[in-house]
C-alpha cells in the first residue's frame, strides 16, 4: 500500500525551529511534486510549501516564505521541511501530500504531525 | 486571489438520502481546476473529485462532481453512514490554491 509518514513535530517556543520528516512507502519522491499542507486546530487546510518533480523548484505561501525550506533527500525517499523562526500562527497539523497531474490537488496524504508553538 | 464559498454550512440528511453541497469561486476557476475532499474527526484530508467531475482511485460512483466556471457541485447519491464527515473544495486553478471553508453533514 502506498503510504506517506510524517514525523518531527512536537512543542517548540515562539522564534524557534522544528524539522519535520516525511517517508514514503512503494513510491518513489522523484517521480512525483510534493507539498506540506498544513491545518490549525479547527481551521481549514493551507497550503504551506511545494516542490517540483526532481526538486528543482520549490513554492511557499507567503506567510512562510523566508522561514521555511522544503527540500528532498532522494536516496532516502524523504520530504522535509526545515522551519525557523517559528510562530504561534505556525500551530497546525502539518501533513505530507503527493501531488496530482497536471493540477496542484493533492492525491495522497500523510496522518499528519502537529506541531505546536508555545512558551 | 480566488475566495471559495461553499454553502451549506451544515447539511443534516438521513442514511440513504442524497446530498448536494456547493461551491462557488469569486471569479472564474479556468480548466475546471476544482477538487473536492472529505475529511472527518483525527483523520487526513481524502480527495475524492479532481478536475471538477473525475472522481480519484477508490472513490465509491456514489460520489460525482460537476460543474465549471463559478459554480461547483458535489453530489452524494446515497448517503451512507461512513459519509458523514466535513467536505472541501480546493481550487488550483489560480496561485495561491485555496480550499472553501467546508460544508458538514452531519446525520439528522
Known amino acids: 500500500e502506498v503510504q506517506l509518514l510524517e514525523s518531527g513535530g512536537g512543542v517548540v517556543q515562539p522564534g524557534g525551529s522544528l524539522r519535520l520528516s516525511c517517508e514514503a512507502s512503494?513510491?518513489?519522491?522523484?517521480?512525483?511534486?510534493m507539498s506540506w499542507v498544513r491545518q490549525a486546530p479547527g481551521k481549514v487546510p493551507e497550503w504551506v510549501s511545494v516542490?517540483?518533480?526532481?526538486?528543482?523548484?520549490?513554492y511557499y505561501t507567503d506567510s512562510v516564505k523566508g522561514r521555511f525550506t522544503i527540500s528532498i533527500d532522494k536516496p532516502k525517499n524523504t520530504l522535509f521541511l526545515q522551519m525557523h523562526s517559528l510562530r504561534a500562527e505556525d500551530t497546525a497539523v502539518y501533513y505530507c501530500?503527493?501531488?496530482?497531474?497536471?493540477?496542484?490537488?493533492?492525491?495522497?496524504w500523510g496522518r499528519g504531525t502537529l506541531v505546536t508553538v508555545s512558551s | 486571489e480566488i475566495v471559495l464559498t461553499q454553502s451549506p454550512g451544515t447539511l443534516s440528511l438521513s442514511p440513504g438520502e442524497r446530498a448536494t453541497l456547493s461551491c462557488r469561486a469569486s471569479?472564474?476557476?479556468?480548466?475546471?481546476?476544482l477538487a473536492w475532499y472529505q475529511q472527518k474527526p483525527g483523520q487526513a484530508p481524502r480527495l475524492l473529485i479532481y478536475?471538477?467531475?473525475n472522481r480519484a482511485t477508490g472513490i465509491p460512483d456514489r460520489f460525482s462532481g460537476s460543474g465549471s466556471g463559478t459554480d461547483f457541485t458535489l453530489t452524494i447519491s446515497r448517503l451512507e453512514p461512513e459519509d458523514f464527515a466535513v467536505y472541501y473544495c480546493?481550487?488550483?486553478?489560480?496561485?495561491?490554491?485555496?480550499f472553501g471553508p467546508g460544508t458538514k453533514v452531519d446525520i439528522k
Open positions: 512503494r513510491f518513489s519522491f522523484s517521480s512525483y511534486a
Open positions: 501530500a503527493k501531488i496530482g497531474d497536471p493540477g496542484w490537488y493533492f492525491d495522497l
Open positions: 478536475d471538477a467531475s
Open positions: 480546493q481550487q488550483y486553478d489560480n496561485s495561491p490554491q485555496s
Open positions: 471569479q472564474s476557476v479556468s480548466r475546471s481546476y
Open positions: 516542490i517540483s518533480v526532481g526538486g528543482s523548484k520549490t
